[in-house]
């Protein structure tokens, strides 16, 4: 048995406070308040801290000690009121108020005992001389009486755990949000995984701490927010004389001081901070790029289809313009790959190849109302015209198509097409590949496979419809048709012989200088003041893309870039220029004949 820390006390209010509501135990337990008759243990410790402060020159009116057993030993509430009991007569505390508080600490319980030393009757504090001899006695005579276990005083403090932290700790903590707990117990553990001064610090470093010069200390620790504790009993178990034989190996004058170990973690925190900004701007950038990228796409692919539906209006118009009755327009329309339809009893449509249906309105034909009425209406009840309905004409229109191409079509050409087959044949690269699977190679089995392969999609099959609608798809992929002729010449995928120096002209000086120069010149000029590039109009956007098939087009020509041209594109376009070189303008000017071919592709 151990009766820890036997001392007079004040500060009624915080004592009944450390009792009752301290944060660091399991459960208390008011076990026993007597002599006074107040409501709460607090009430209490106030009313006799105000008799002692008035009525009294005694400016500690209580005595606190707290009793412990053995670890693992554990005692009945009736025999922990015995200690309280031995205790109060040996104290000659006989009388006096007296508060019992029961602790619970990681499964093991100690007793608090707090007497009011004013005596009730005099008014006199008792005299408490030599409580530390006589608590000593009363701990071995509770031994022998209780069967206890006998206990040194100190070696239940020796290495087994920390003090209580102070209130200026708690405070810290509980300032910056911290887990005090867990902070002392990652100390704690740092000191026991060490067995000298080095591998303490390299253990406090890996756990988040620095170790420092202490200014009452000889060491202490700073977390990462420069709150600071005391490397000693309080944190380690260990007393100062311990914590100084361990870390003797230690040179202080390589150890930072609590000043300069703070400056050091306001730099880290500093770089760590500007880093994660400049993730987050990187981050904002690309987010930012990529908008604009898929608003251009947007943008070119919303041209496209004004573009397509233009066009079929004109198909239309133009076929109507060119006939008087309703079958002469149905002729025409057919002739053009479309079909007319009746949508409802009074309105039609015309429908074009890929299934996307046109009312006959003033748009379409350039004809009113009254006139469409007139010339349909006369053709449906005297020309005897059957049109059919959307849908019909939809399955008429899909009967006509072309089969899928089998590169495209990811199971066919898994299974039928020969290992080797380029995914998207169009251009230099089918005809390439065409040569040489057909035969142009000094594999002569492997010729004749391609060939077997060819003949069949060529036309070698009993469904002649079929071959001569695959023998239309291999001419024009092989630019044996004028169509294919055509892309021959204008094909986004021939190669474009770029001179590694690019030059730009200025047309009102007749200087030519480097694309990298220019295009850095202009960069620097439309980012002055500003960390990012100004966000370009709608307008800029329209005039980006009229300068890239500019562009496209002085590189087809071997010409020198139009300085006009460069300056309208966007601040993204100029910088990657300046980092990455001519390459970069070759692959963009590319990229974008590409997808306006293929958007026309998409409208036949």
Known sequence: MIIKNPAPRGNAAQLADYLLHEKKNDRAELLEMRGWNMPTLKGAFNMTEEIAHSKTRCENPFYHVSFRAAPGEVLTPEQWQICADRLEKKLGLDGHHRALVLHTYKGENHLHVVWDRIDAQTLIAANLWQDHTKSNEVARQLERELGLKQVPEKSHDLEQEP????????????????????????????????????????????????????????????????????????TTGASAAQVRERLKDLDRENIPTVEQARDELAAQKLAKELEQQQEQER??????????????????????????????????????????????????????GFILAAAHQDTFVAINPAGNCYSLDRDSTGAEAPAIHSRMGYGIHYE?????????????????????????????????????????????????????????????????????????????????????????????????????????????????????????????????????????????????????????????????????RNIRDSLERGQDLDLADVQSLSPTHLKRIMEQGDEYLKNLALDQERRRREGRERER
């Open 283 to 336: 981050l904002e950038l690309e987010k930012q790029q990529e908008k604009e990228r898929l608003e251009l796409e947007q943008q070119q692919e919303q041209k496209q289809q004004e573009e397509a539906q233009a066009h079929d209006r004109e198909i239309i118009k133009e076929a109507w313009t060119k006939t008087q009755t309703a079958s002469a327009f149905a002729k025409a329309l057919s002739d053009k």
């Open 384 to 548: 005897k015209m059957q049109l059919p309905t959307i849908e019909q004409a939809r399955a008429r229109l899909a009967e006509r198509r072309p089969p899928q191409d089998p590169a495209h079509d990811r199971e066919q050409d898994a299974q039928e097409r020969p290992t080797g087959a380029p995914r998207e044949p169009h251009g230099q690269e089918w005809r390439h590949y065409a040569k040489e699977r057909l035969g142009q190679t000094q594999d002569q089995e492997k010729g004749k496979e391609w060939r077997r392969y060819a003949k069949e999609r060529l036309g070698q099959t009993q469904d002649q419809e079929k071959g001569k609608e695959w023998r239309r798809y291999a001419k024009e992929r092989l630019g044996q048709t004028q169509e294919g002729q055509r892309r021959e010449e204008t094909s986004a995928d021939r190669e474009i012989s770029l001179d590694p120096g690019l030059k730009v002209l200025n047309r009102v000086t007749g200087i030519s200088s480097s694309l990298k120069g220019v295009a850095g010149g202009i960069f620097r000029l439309l980012t002055t003041g500003s960390s990012q590039p100004p966000e370009p109009t709608p307008e800029e956007r329209r005039a980006n893309l009229v300068a890239l």
């Open 163 to 234: 003090d209580p932290p102070t209130m200026a700790e708690e405070q810290q903590a509980r300032r910056k949000g911290q887990d005090l707990k867990d902070l002392r117990q990652s100390i704690r553990d740092a000191w026991q995984q060490s067995d000298s001064g080095k591998s303490f610090k390299a253990a406090l470093e890996e756990k988040g701490f620095t170790l420092a010069q202490g200014d009452r200390r000889d060491y202490v620790a700073l977390d990462t927010q420069g709150s600071v504790y005391s490397i000693g009993k309080r």
